[in-house]
């Protein structure tokens, strides 16, 4: 919880979203739904940009969204953080992330790493840590 409020707190803060979809947002990736743990999520592409299917515990009825977090340092993929909050405005859309029977915008954005994730306490694992 305390990564994903300062992620939110960057992007206030001057955090850049970017407007198009970070190279590593393919195949399968880290997702969590705020709240609750980390799963693998697949991407497919789309005519509308990058669908992220999350078939973990928790997406957000509507309203919602989802974050494509790239680690402005390194210009790494991190993973998505999904919301379920009302999405901004003014941004632009990448893509979407589904869930059950729901599609939410998913938005991209850069932000430090090292202010929203700690090693003893990883905003996201790895893929290879998350259970089947």
Do not use: H, N
């Not at 992620?7 to 609750?36: N, S």
């Amino acid at each position: 919880m305390a990564g994903a409020t300062m992620v939110l707190e960057q992007l206030r803060g001057g955090g850049r979203f970017i407007d198009t979809p970070p190279e590593g947002l393919q195949g399968t990736v880290p997702a969590r739904v705020v709240g609750y743990g980390t799963t693998a999520a697949l991407v497919a592409d789309s005519p509308d940009g990058p669908l992220v299917a999350y078939e973990g515990p928790g997406f957000p009825s509507l309203p919602g969204w989802g974050l494509a977090l790239v680690e402005d340092s390194l210009d790494t993929f991190k993973g998505v953080l999904i919301y379920e909050t009302q999405p901004p405005t003014g941004y632009p859309i990448l893509g979407g992330v589904v869930g059950g029977s729901y599609t939410v915008p998913l938005y991209g954005a850069r932000v430090s790493w090292g202010g929203v994730s700690d090693p003893r306490c990883p905003l996201f694992g790895s893929i290879d840590s998350i259970a089947d």
